[in-house]
């Protein structure tokens, strides 16, 4: 597969020209010769998309994956306007490029977690919610920064001792932690605690687990 590559904005570092170098799939597509895929950046302080749609305008049946620093979900629906087959976050590219490479040539349409979680926090961010749903966020807004930390590592099924591995603090100082998040959120049980946590993210139970 012949791959070639577009840095504009100066975002393919060495680190991931050398993950590509060392697909054995891949070669760097010569400057005439017709790629199988595009890899093209894009640079933050770059609004303008049109280098982008002229690659496409260009090559509509060669799929195209982006790597850029942008994650707002605006930004990232611009460049998916281009007809893009993938995003990555330039931050984590070196991580993904491998799979999704492949992914792309299989057909396949890719975003980095960093896209798709800017992505799904702007689709839930979007929908109505329920009187239970705003009840739970006020409730949870009303916990320290390090209760709601505990709050969300217990929502996630985590012992005392678990979370205190986590946070580098003692099992003692968790159990506080849980007794104080517990009385502010009215919660009798770790099990309440966890749903009102749940309903703050818009999720159910069924979906969490």
């Known amino acids: 597969m012949r791959i070639k590559i577009i840095d504009e904005g100066n975002l393919l570092s060495g680190a991931l020209r050398a993950a590509l170098d060392t697909q054995p799939f891949l070669t760097i597509a010569l400057e005439r010769a017709r790629p199988d895929i595009i890899v093209s950046s894009q640079a933050s302080e770059s609004n303008d998309i049109e280098p982008l749609l002229a690659t496409r305008q260009e090559h509509p ?25 993938g995003i990555l976050h330039e931050k984590t590219a070196t991580q993904h490029i491998s799979w999704a490479i492949p992914a792309i040539l299989k057909g396949c349409r890719v975003l980095s977690p960093e896209v798709s979680e800017a992505l799904i926090s702007e689709y839930l961010g979007s929908q109505p919610t329920t009187p239970q749903e705003n009840s739970a966020r006020e409730r949870v807004h009303r916990l320290s920064q390090r209760e709601q930390e505990v709050l969300h590592l217990l929502s996630r099924g985590m012992s005392n001792r678990e979370i205190a591995r986590h946070l580098f603090i003692s099992p003692e100082t968790v159990k506080d932690h849980v007794r104080a998040v517990r009385s502010k959120l009215d919660a009798p049980t770790r099990v309440h605690a966890a749903h009102v946590a749940w309903l703050a993210r818009g999720i159910t139970a069924a979906t969490a687990a």
Do not use: N
């Not at 060669?62 to 629906?77: F, G, H, K, S, W």
């Open 61 to 85: 049946e060669i799929p195209a994956l982006i790597v850029t620093e942008r994650v707002r979900p605006i930004d990232i629906r611009r460049i998916l306007t281009t007809g893009a087959a």
